[in-house]
């Protein structure tokens, strides 16, 4: 399986945008796997670190996860899995949180994955 991250600028029709805000009429819909709002909010008014959006965010998706596990099933079932966000780079994105999140998942599931986060 193949799990790749774009920015917005960079997304393809059919590729799974993860983010609350915009249009997604070419794009999957994966608003479920955007951080929630009281957390984006938190990390962009400064009141808590990158470290601390990193900790929430894999948190919230261990929950999903656990609530909801077709969400990811469905797309740990597809050989590739493309994750959009706007912001340009991944280094401080959920996008690359997200990825890091479905190779897990995918490796406990005995998947091979192949990381291509840009």
């Known amino acids: ?3 790749r991250t774009r920015s917005l600028g960079q997304a393809r029709p059919g590729e799974l945008v993860t983010y609350r805000w915009g249009s997604l009429r070419a794009f999957e819909n ?3 796997f955007a951080p929630s709002e009281g957390l984006l909010a938190a990390y962009k008014a400064g009141q808590i670190s990158w470290d601390g959006y990193e900790r929430r965010y ?7 996860a656990q609530r909801s596990p077709d969400l990811f099933l469905t797309w740990l079932r597809r050989p590739e899995v493309t994750l959009v966000c706007y912001e340009a780079s991944p280094a401080r994105c ?3 949180l ?5 190779a897990r998942l995918a490796g406990e599931r ?4 192949v990381l291509d986060v840009r």
Request: charged share 30%.
């Open 110 to 113: 005995g998947v091979q994955v």
């Open 1 to 3: 399986m193949v799990i």
């Open 58 to 64: 894999r948190l919230e998706m261990e929950t999903l």
């Open 98 to 102: 997200l990825a890091e999140c479905f």
């Open 94 to 96: 959920h996008r690359r």
């Open 30 to 32: 994966g608003r479920a």
